[in-house]
């Protein structure tokens, strides 16, 4: 079953790595775009740090969770690092989104806002939901647009994290010192986990199955 | 975290096998599986050989 709104109630991969020119990514997606219908991808989102040069961030919506072990086997991903240049395999996300958590204010300026991502093991994810729910109006005044939650399969306790802020003054600012409820900005980066991402959407296709 | 595509690892099971005494990719591998096929992830399971075993907790 598909989704009317791509954000909402979508199963999501999601891999951060490096690869010598980010500026192929998007296009080489582009250029994949029946593989990754084959593979029931509906959306494919890709960011590109701001800070650290040859990151980038691709999440991909897919319709299914069953196959997601047979899908993350599949040629499709091992053509598409082959593609970019990526030789070490990253580790990578999957899981089902928790809630999207709106923030934005009436008087939102419309320019793309600054995206943490963050990877991080929490102890229990709805208290964490409900945690954030009732710290949205200090989201929205730290200048967080929107913050999505999304659960692993794999683990109960893993989450994938997908802010989007106001600026690069405003996500400095949130990154020194987030708000309480927050704590997984300080679980990025441990174990398999990659260290927080911080960037810009770069591009966002719509693949029709 | 999914660490080994080729076999549908995660980095708990990996976890799992650095915490029963695992300390090599090759000894990873062997317990397993991760990183036995095209080795394309072992960098991923040195990261958390040289984190203590953790997936991340």
Redesign the interface.
Known sequence: MRSADPQTHSMVIASDYRVPNPDRVWPLLQRRKSALAGIGAHHVLVYTSTHDYGRVLVTIGVRSREPI??L??SRV??DW?DAVGV????????GEIVERFNSSTPSQPTAPGVVIAA???VDDVSILAAEIRGAISRFQTAGVRETRVFK?F??R??VLILQEIDDEDAARRWIEHPDVVARWMT?AG????PPLFVGKLVGMMQIDG | ???C????I???V??DAISKGASTTNQIAAACGAGAD?G?????LR??ID?GC????
């Open positions: 072990v047979e993350l086997r991903f091992f690092f030789e070490d395999i990253p580790a990578v996300f999957a990877i991080a093991s692993a794999d683990d306790h893993e679980g441990v174990g398999a986990y | 975290m999914f660490v595509l080729c076999n549908g995660t980095s708990q990996v976890a095209c394309r992830c072992r960098r991923t990261r958390l984190a953790h997936p991340g907790r």
